[in-house]
């Protein structure tokens, strides 16, 4: 079992940055992919970032791509979503997932494990 718990979100203005953790426990993170999604209201919850557990290969949605950035610190049990240049619609709950399957990353059906989300709030 892992238990995942994300923190880092907030009410931010248009243009703002935040940057949102996701610490892992009950089992070493390194062996796991993990993914970041997000859910509007109202809305399916849609992929938002993932990497790898080998080789940090990273993949992002078209619509967080080059304002989005995925990282883990395996020596902490920790990932990370920098979100700069918010936009509006990137307001949402933004949920942290693990798995250890090593295909379709991007699709929430991989995912076996989730955190309780955080709540984004991007006022224009």
């Known amino acids: 079992q892992v238990q995942l718990v994300e923190s880092g979100g907030g009410l931010v203005q248009a243009g703002d940055s935040l940057r949102l953790s996701c610490t892992a426990s009950g089992r070493t993170m390194s062996y796991y992919a993990m993914g970041w999604f997000r859910q509007a209201p109202g809305k399916a919850r849609d992929f938002v970032a993932a990497i790898r557990s080998s080789f940090d290969s990273t993949y992002y949605s078209d619509s967080v791509k080059g304002r989005f950035s995925i990282s883990r610190d395996n020596a902490k049990n920790t990932v990370y979503l920098q979100m700069n240049s918010l936009k509006p619609e990137d307001t949402a709950v933004y949920y942290c997932?693990?798995?250890?399957?090593?295909?379709?990353?991007?699709?929430?059906?991989?995912?076996?494990?989730w955190g309780q989300g955080t709540q984004v709030t991007v006022s224009s």
């Open positions: 997932a693990a798995t250890r399957k090593i295909v379709q990353v991007t699709t929430r059906a991989a995912y076996d494990y």
